[in-house]
């Protein structure tokens, strides 16, 4: 099992250049749980992401790991503790899918440790995980996006941190591998006790894997909470600028987000049942 730590945004405010894109956010991520940061296009959810893992400095607040402003962490300490997973990640020309992985192993290298039986074992593990196992011998930009996608995420896995953060894991994955990862980082956290912190798009997937939702708003905290306390029809049509319909997801007892275009409002009213409620059996 991991150690629980404690990680913490105080009166954050992030910004590129004179353009501010968090402003005075405050939050704690739950350890120990799987967070999912939710909000329209350039609301600021990488940009925070990218902030609790130390790549972008605060223009005013800290980010605080145990105590301590990860900004001062020795970058090596942190990376044994904290491993990042960033949106649309570049990999050196030519690196073989094993190398990739392996580097996930770096954080835990130093003069008086050396790669060891421990090292392949979780690298090992990492692939076997992430069904890249028949790549190793494999550049990576040869390959498709979706197993690109699963590569990187192999060697955030290989890095075995007590908290990932993840930008967008399920990109360029279709269905089938979006469900595989989200498992996998489920299973994660069941069995090890990872704190996973993690940009999803899609409200039904967040809803269903996330233990805790971080909604953002125009730059700013909108809310935080439980599924089913932060999905309701007000916060998507704040947040999302959408008109939904809220049900009960049969699967997990979780929200079901069921978004209303403009074209579907009036077929949905005309299906009512007769105290006016939509029925969504039709």
């Known amino acids: 099992m991991t150690t629980p730590h404690t990680l913490v945004a105080e009166s954050l405010t992030l910004a590129y250049g004179d353009r501010p894109v968090i402003e005075s956010l405050d939050l704690v991520v739950p350890p120990g749980e799987i967070t999912a940061i939710v909000g329209a296009n350039?609301?600021?959810k990488s940009t925070l992401l990218r902030s609790l893992s130390r790549l972008l400095a605060p223009r005013r607040g800290r980010v605080v790991l145990d105590g301590r402003e990860v900004h001062r962490m020795p970058a090596k300490e942190l990376a044994r503790t904290l491993g990042l997973l960033p949106q649309s990640p570049v990999a050196p020309e030519g690196i073989t899918v094993l190398d990739l992985v392996s580097?996930?192993?770096h954080p835990h290298q130093g003069i008086f440790s050396r790669w060891n039986s421990g090292d392949d074992a979780a690298v090992g593990a990492a692939l076997e995980a992430t069904r890249t196992a028949g790549l190793v011998d494999r550049a990576v930009d040869e390959l498709s996006g979706g197993q690109r996608q699963r590569v990187w995420i192999a060697m955030a896995l290989a890095q075995q941190t007590d908290l990932l953060l993840l930008d967008e894991p399920?990109?360029?994955?279709?269905?089938s591998h979006q469900i595989d990862v989200l498992d996998l980082?489920?299973?994660l956290n069941r069995t090890r006790g990872t704190t996973v912190v993690m940009v999803l798009h899609d409200l039904n997937l967040a809803a269903r894997y996330a233990d805790h939702l971080i909604a953002l708003a125009g730059g700013r905290l909108h809310d935080c909470g439980a599924p089913a306390d932060v999905l309701t029809e007000e916060s998507v049509?704040?947040?999302?600028?959408?008109e939904s319909r809220i049900i009960e997801d049969p699967l997990t007892g979780?929200?079901?987000v069921l978004p209303i275009g403009r074209h579907h409002i009036q077929p949905v009213l005309d299906a009512a049942q007769p105290d006016g409620t939509p029925d969504f059996t039709r």
């Open 42 to 44: 350039a609301c600021g």
């Open 103 to 105: 580097r996930g192993r």
């Open 170 to 175: 399920t990109t360029f994955l279709d269905a």
């Open 185 to 187: 980082l489920t299973d």
């Open 237 to 242: 049509r704040t947040v999302f600028d959408l």
């Open 254 to 256: 979780r929200p079901l």
